[in-house]
């Protein structure tokens, strides 16, 4: 799962990095986000129960869906 915070939405971590890459010499940075990766390995029946579980977990615990979108990725 990725977690990353939603556009147009206030990215302290993100705007603090894209300053310290500027200090370091780095330009034409514009913009930086900073997100989470979570990693879990599942037992389930299928790749869609997988996924469906994984999206539940999503929803409820691991990203605030105020403030951040979510990708999930299954591999067998």
Known sequence: MR???RAGILDPQGNAVAGA???LGFDGISEVHVGR???LRLLA???A???ERAEA???RLLAN???E???IRVAS
Do not use: Q
Request: net charge negative; hydrophobic share 40%.
């Open 45 to 47: 029946a299928s790749e």
């Open 3 to 5: 977690v990353v915070p």
């Open 65 to 67: 869906p105020v403030t």
């Open 37 to 39: 990766l979570i990693t």
């Open 69 to 71: 979108d979510f990708e």
């Open 21 to 23: 890459l500027g200090s």
């Open 49 to 51: 129960d997988a996924r």
């Open 57 to 59: 977990m999503c929803r």
